[in-house]
C-alpha cells in the first residue's frame, strides 16, 4: 500500500516543500525513516504511535517505509508528526487520503493526540502558497499565524481525533476551516505614534542639531554614530528613532513576521503581521555568532531581528572588536550567509546600525572646562582603536552630542509627531522616484543608479572633490555623502541636489576629519 502527502520544512527563513511517501508491507512490525532525517524526526514515530492510539485508531504492525523528499536534504525539528500520522492512517486503510492529497500538513503531535504550535508557520505557508497550494492543516495555536498569508484557506486542528470525528460523520474537513477575526491592512499603520511608545522627542532637551540628525538617518535609513561624553541624551535620542520611522509595507511586513516565527518570537497572540519597525538592543557582552546567528542549526541573529528596522549598539566601543567586525559584510550585502556541512542558510540583514559611544575611556574628553579628562593619549587610541577604519567608513552619519547648558533647553519644542511628518514627505518621495525599481530608500542606491538619482551641479562637483582630496575620503564615504545629500534633498522637497545639502551632508562626517 502507497500514499502520500505534503509537508514542510523552514531552512533558514524560507520555508521547502518536502513530500512524505508512505509504504506499508508484510513484514516483521517495523518503521523506518528515510531522506536524511535528524533524532527529531525518528522520534516522530514514538509520538505518532501514542497519538494514533489514544486517538482511537490502530497503528498498524507491519512494515512501514517513510520518505522524506528531495533525500538529499536534511530533515530537522517536530513539523512532520502530522502529516506523519495522517499518510500512515490513510495508508493503512484507516483514513480517506484524497482531501490531504493537495493540502499542506504540519505540526507537532503530543501522546495523547493533541497539536502543539510550531516554529516558522509563517514561512512554510507562504512557501505552499508560491508552489500552487491552496490549503493548509496546522494545529489551532498557528492558525491565527497561518491565516496572514492571502489566498489561503486555513484549516486548524487541536487535537488528531478531530479528523476522525469529521470523516465520520460527513467526510469533509469544512468544520475545520479557521475563520480570521483580523488580517493585515496597510491603513491599520498609522502615522502618528506607535500605540504602544510612550517615548518622543519632546524629552529630550535641546539637542535640535542631533534631532535634525536623527530625521535625516530615518529618511533615508542611514547608518548613524553619536559620539559625546554622558549623559548628552545619545542613548535617549536613538532608542526613541522608532517613533519617527516609516511604516512597514505590506511586503516587509511579511519578510520581519517570518523571521520572528522562525525564530520562535512570534506572539501566539498576535492578530496580525508585525507593523512597526523592529529596534533591537543586544548588549555588549554578545557573541559574534548571537550577533549574526548561528548554532548546530542556524537561527536568525540579532541583525537579521533588526531585518528592515534599526539595530541599536549602546556603548560600541565597548564590543569586542572581533564581534564589531563582523558587522562589515551585512552592512554592504544586506544578508548573512552561514555555511554548515550539509546546507548554507542565508538570513536577510536589511537593518539601519545606530550606535552610540564616548570620545574617550572617561567620557570626558574635550567636554567643558569643568570636565577634566584623565585618559593617557595611549589609553585615549587603544579606545578608539577599537572601531576600525572600514567599519566607520560604512557609517554615513557620524557626529557629536555636545553638553548642553541649561539655559540654552528652552528653545521650542520639537516633538515625535513634527518630526515624522518630515520623515514621511521624504519617503513618499522615495517611493515615488524608485517605484520602477527595487528600492524604497536612498540608502540603497549603488552604481548607476547612484549616478542617475545623485547628479551634482557644477559647484557642488567642485566642492565634494575638494572635500575628498583634503580629507582622504574612501569611494566609499564619497558615494555615502550622495546618498545623505539626496536624502537632505527629499526632506526639502527639492529635486535637485544643492550645494547646501552637501553641505549638511559632508558636515555629519565627523570621524573623517583628523583629531
Request: contains cysteine.
Amino acid at each position: 500500500m502507497y500514499g502520500s502527502i505534503w509537508s514542510a520544512a523552514v531552512y533558514g527563513v524560507e520555508g521547502r516543500m518536502i513530500q512524505m511517501e508512505f509504504d506499508i508491507s508484510s513484514g516483521l512490525p517495523h518503521v523506518a525513516v528515510v531522506g536524511l532525517p535528524d533524532a527529531a524526526v525518528r522520534e516522530s514515530i514514538d509520538r505518532v504511535r501514542s497519538s494514533v492510539r489514544n486517538c482511537g485508531w490502530k497503528f498498524p504492525l507491519e512494515r512501514i517505509t517513510i520518505n522524506l523528499a528531495p533525500a538529499d536534504l536534511r530533515k530537522e525539528g517536530t513539523s512532520y508528526d502530522l502529516a506523519m500520522a495522517i499518510g500512515i492512517l490513510g495508508t493503512s486503510g484507516q483514513l480517506d487520503l484524497s482531501p490531504f492529497r493537495n493540502m499542506l500538513v504540519a505540526g507537532e503531535l503530543a501522546l495523547d493526540g493533541t497539536t502543539r504550535p510550531i516554529p516558522g508557520i509563517l514561512s512554510l505557508v507562504d512557501e505552499a502558497r508560491r508552489q500552487g497550494i491552496t490549503q493548509v492543516l496546522v494545529p489551532s495555536d498557528n492558525a491565527p499565524e497561518a491565516v496572514l498569508v492571502s489566498g489561503i484557506e486555513v484549516y486548524s486542528l487541536s487535537t488528531l481525533a478531530q479528523i476522525r470525528q469529521v470523516t465520520d460523520s460527513a467526510g469533509s474537513l469544512s468544520s475545520l476551516l479557521f475563520s480570521p477575526h483580523l488580517s493585515y491592512s496597510p491603513s491599520m499603520t498609522k502615522v502618528g505614534l506607535p500605540d504602544d511608545g510612550h517615548e518622543d522627542y519632546a524629552e529630550v532637551r535641546g539637542q535640535e542639531h542631533a534631532k535634525r540628525a536623527m530625521t535625516v538617518a530615518a529618511a533615508g535609513m542611514h547608518n548613524i554614530l553619536l559620539s559625546g561624553p554622558p549623559g548628552t541624551g545619545k542613548t535617549m535620542l536613538i532608542r526613541r528613532l522608532p517613533t519617527i520611522l516609516p511604516p512597514l509595507s505590506e511586503d516587509e511586513a511579511l519578510e520581519v513576521s517570518k523571521l520572528y516565527s522562525v525564530s520562535g518570537k512570534w506572539e501566539q497572540s498576535s492578530t496580525g503581521l508585525i507593523q512597526m519597525r523592529p529596534f533591537r538592543a543586544p548588549h555588549h557582552s554578545i557573541s559574534p555568532a548571537g550577533l549574526i546567528g548561528g548554532g548546530s542549526i542556524p537561527k536568525p541573529g540579532e541583525i537579521s531581528l533588526a531585518h528592515r528596522g534599526v539595530l541599536f549598539l549602546d556603548e560600541l566601543p565597548e564590543f569586542p572588536r572581533q564581534t564589531l567586525e563582523v558587522l562589515r559584510q551585512p552592512l554592504e550585502d544586506r544578508h548573512v550567509t552561514i555555511s554548515r556541512t550539509r546546507a548554507v542558510y542565508r538570513f536577510p540583514a536589511h537593518f539601519m546600525l545606530a550606535a552610540s559611544m564616548n570620545p574617550c575611556p572617561c567620557g570626558h574628553y574635550q567636554a567643558t572646562e569643568h570636565s577634566i579628562c584623565i585618559c593617557t593619549p595611549a589609553r585615549l587610541h587603544h579606545y578608539r582603536a577599537r572601531l576600525s577604519g572600514p567599519l566607520l567608513d560604512r557609517i554615513d552619519m557620524q557626529l557629536e552630542v555636545p553638553r548642553i547648558s541649561l539655559n540654552n533647553t528652552n528653545n521650542k519644542v520639537i516633538d515625535s509627531v513634527q518630526l515624522r511628518e518630515q520623515v514621511m514627505l521624504a519617503h513618499e518621495r522615495q517611493l515615488h522616484r524608485y517605484r520602477h525599481l527595487p528600492l524604497r530608500f536612498n540608502s540603497e542606491l549603488r552604481g548607476s543608479w547612484l549616478q542617475q538619482y545623485c547628479a551634482l551641479s557644477t559647484a557642488s562637483s567642485t566642492m565634494l572633490q575638494q572635500v575628498y582630496d583634503e580629507l582622504g575620503l574612501s569611494i566609499r564615504a564619497h558615494d555615502r555623502i550622495l546618498k545623505l545629500a539626496r536624502t537632505i534633498a527629499d526632506l526639502e522637497d527639492c529635486e535637485q541636489i544643492e550645494i547646501g545639502h552637501l553641505a549638511e551632508a559632508i558636515s555629519y562626517r565627523k570621524l573623517d576629519r583628523p583629531a
